[in-house]
Nanobody, 122 residues
């Protein structure tokens, strides 16, 4: 069982930056692939980024590539999402997720956090 708690969301102006964190419970965090997803009101939950258990592999959605960076610190049981050059269309609730196995961009993850809101004002 893995419990995930996101933090770091907030209100930021367009062009600004935020860093989201996702703290995981459990001793097996380092064995999970971790992902970030986002969901805007009235829209589906979309893939943002993911990172393999060892941190050696990452995948990004095209809309955030070059602006967002996913990373993890297995010693701290934490995964991060550094978001730069934020745009109004990045406004959404952001969720971290964990799964066994490799990176997938679908929402087929085993564990989910409660989400943190990111609002980008133009």
């Amino acid at each position: 069982q893995v419990q995930l708690v996101e933090s770091g969301g907030g209100l930021v102006q367009a062009g600004g930056s935020l860093r989201l964190s996702c703290a995981a419970s459990g001793r097996t965090f380092s064995t999970y692939t971790m992902g970030w997803f986002r969901q805007a009101p009235g829209k589906e939950r979309d893939f943002v980024a993911a990172i393999t258990w060892g941190g050696g592999g990452t995948v990004y959605a095209g809309s955030v590539k070059g602006r967002f960076t996913i990373s993890r610190d297995n010693a701290k049981n934490t995964v991060y999402l550094q978001m730069n050059s934020l745009k109004s269309e990045d406004t959404a609730s952001y969720y971290c997720a964990a799964r066994k196995g490799g990176i997938v961009t679908a929402i087929s993850y085993d564990y989910w956090g409660q989400g943190t809101q990111v609002t980008v004002s133009s």
